[in-house]
Nanobody, 112 residues
Framework: QVQLVQSGVELRNPGTSVKVSCKAS????????IEWVRQAPGKERELVAV????????YYADSVKGRFTISRDNAKNTMYLQMNSLKPEDTAVYYC?????WGQGTQVTVSS
């Protein structure tokens, strides 16, 4: 079955960086776009970034454009979200999606 396993909890100060990962199994990784979605307390779920099957095309929400980078390593069936210049408003649970499955979520907290 489809499994997406994400990296663990992250706590960062504002202005710093973090990279979260998501390893996929149970489906043909290269057949699907992948997405990162986040949900902050009391807010609606937000699509953060999308990357196509071979990484040639990406999309970013305006709120993260220029600060976040989505990538994928098809040889390792793994996707990444590099987050730079973190802000307190980036605090959320981040989910990876692909192959009609979802990761378990990674809590990222940005606070001084």
């Amino acid at each position: 079955q489809v499994q997406l396993v994400q990296s663990g909890v992250e706590l960062r100060n504002p202005g710093t960086s973090v990279k979260v990962s998501c390893k996929a199994s149970g489906y043909t990784f290269t057949s699907y776009y992948i997405e990162w979605v986040r949900q902050a307390p009391g807010k609606e779920r937000e699509l953060v970034a999308v990357i196509n099957t071979f990484g040639h095309s990406t999309y970013y929400a305006d709120s993260v454009k220029g600060r976040f980078t989505i990538s994928r390593d098809n040889a390792k069936n793994t996707m990444y979200l590099q987050m730079n210049s973190l802000k307190p408003e980036d605090t959320a649970v981040y989910y990876c999606t692909g192959g009609n499955g979802w990761g378990q979520g990674t809590q990222v907290t940005v606070s001084s």
